[in-house]
């Protein structure tokens, strides 16, 4: 008798919103999610490719889990480890699954994240009418902060990332359904809606870009706020700006990613841009809203990065104010254009170029910080000790809030992470 599950999610925004669809789905079959693996019926990996060491975690999972523990549960893998597009026929590759499964003998099932609603089929669940056309990704338990996939995949194929391999080709997903989700959310109590794309300002429909698509968002009624991630500087427009830095209802946070400052490592990387358009982005942004946070990701030791590559990254960091950096060091994927390239430079060079940008990062956010003590900025409480800020950032607080309410609170301090308030 199937009655308890457990989800694992690795990876991005992307795959947690995917691991609320599947939360969401077994709960209308009433099973009940449990916190503890050891004791479910049903583990789910929801899984992610994007270095090699995402891949490592998953197996370093099934190694720690005893072979004597799987015996009684039935273990679902899926997410983008769990499958592999041909991109010229849009297939997924079933060779590419059996490897899988001769690599980890305690993968019971394999599903691609798109036909989980075969999972209470594959599970024997019984039947339950469901809505066919709907995905819910936001977790129906957390009803303040809601996940909302705006498409799927990505066409950009940057050299170096598995992403259009692992997801396929780039689907938007209609404007009506975002809304409708969105509405729904809006309507249960929910506070912030967080936009998800792997190039979500890139998003359109017909003549529709993103911007028009957030004015629709915004247009919805209640007191809300609203954010997204992540954006390609190649789409990121001046209509975007002038509506994110001028209206109340969007966070002044942006995640844009750059990926590198030097414009020969950037063309290897296929990115469609020059760092000089992040550059203005950055400038257009901070001139129309000064205190506006913007955060980004890079890659050090891609293929034939020199230092005087890497030091334009770091230079580009300090210049644009960067004040949080998601770094990854590079790691070859099988299938890419990049990965053909040799992976010349030493990790112990990765390593300390990751430690470079980290710290000169983290020091420019120490100071950001630091200027805001003694300030009064809006908070929307999630729980009664935690909230995320109207520049989100991550707060937590001395004395006990309602959540669901936008609170102005003084900032006490700051740690690495996030504000005291
Ligand atoms: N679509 C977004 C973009 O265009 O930046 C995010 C893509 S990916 C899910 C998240 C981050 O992983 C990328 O921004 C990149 O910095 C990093 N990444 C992707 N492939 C990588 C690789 N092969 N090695 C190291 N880092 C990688
Ligand atoms: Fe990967 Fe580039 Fe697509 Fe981002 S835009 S998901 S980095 S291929
Ligand atoms: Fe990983 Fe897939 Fe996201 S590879 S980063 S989970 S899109």
């Not at 819910?136 to 950009?156: A, V």
Request: charged share 30%; hydrophobic share 35%.
């Amino acid at each position: 008798m199937i009655e308890t599950f457990y989800i694992k999610t690795y990876g991005c925004a992307m795959n947690y919103a995917d691991a609320n669809s599947v939360r969401n789905l077994l709960k209308k079959y009433n099973l009940k999610e449990l916190k503890n693996w050891q004791k479910a019926d049903i583990v789910i990996l929801v899984t992610c490719s994007i270095r090699q060491q995402a891949e490592d975690k998953v197996s370093g999972w099934g190694i720690k889990a005893q072979k004597s523990q799987f015996e009684d549960k039935t273990v679902v893998v899926t997410g983008c480890m769990a499958q592999r597009y041909d991109r010229k026929t849009d297939l997924t590759s079933k060779k590419y699954q059996n490897q899988l499964l001769d690599r980890f003998p305690w993968i019971d099932y394999i599903i691609n994240i798109k036909d989980i609603k075969q999972l209470p089929k594959i599970l024997n669940l019984g039947n339950k009418e469901l809505v066919e056309n709907s995905n819910i990704f936001y977790d129906e338990s957390n009803i303040y902060q809601g996940l909302f996939s705006t498409s799927y995949g990505c066409n950009n194929f940057c050299s170096y990332c598995i992403v259009p391999y692992a997801r396929g080709k780039l689907v938007n997903y209609p404007k009506e359904e975002i809304l409708n989700d969105i509405k729904e959310f809006v309507k249960n109590g929910g506070k912030l809606i967080t936009l998800l794309g792997q190039n979500v300002n890139s998003w359109k429909q017909e003549d529709e870009t993103f911007t028009d698509l957030l004015k629709e968002v915004e247009s919805i009624e209640g007191e809300f706020w609203i954010n997204f991630l992540s954006s390609h500087p190649r789409d990121f427009s001046d209509e975007l700006i002038e509506l994110i830095t001028t209206h109340d209802k969007f966070l002044k946070h942006c995640n844009i990613a750059v990926q590198s400052g030097s414009d020969r490592i950037l063309e290897m990387m296929n990115r469609q841009y020059k760092a000089q358009r992040f550059i203005e982005i950055c400038k257009k942004i901070k001139e129309k809203s000064p205190q506006f946070r913007i955060t980004t990701d890079a890659i050090v030791g891609f293929p034939t990065e020199s230092e005087e590559d890497f030091n334009k990254t770091l230079a580009l960091l300090k210049e644009c104010d960067i004040e949080m950096v998601y770094i990854g060091k590079y790691s070859p994927r099988e299938g890419t254009t990049a990965s053909k390239l040799e992976d010349n430079v030493p990790l112990k060079i990765k390593k300390q170029r990751e430690k470079k940008l980290r710290d000169a990062v983290n020091e420019i956010r120490s100071k950001k910080h630091s200027n805001l003590v003694g300030k009064e900025i809006p908070i929307l409480m999630i729980s009664p000790s935690r909230g995320i800020s109207y520049y989100s950032h991550e707060v937590i607080t001395e004395k006990k809030y309602e959540p669901g309410h936008i609170y102005n609170l003084e900032v006490k301090d700051y740690s690495r992470s996030g504000l005291k308030c």
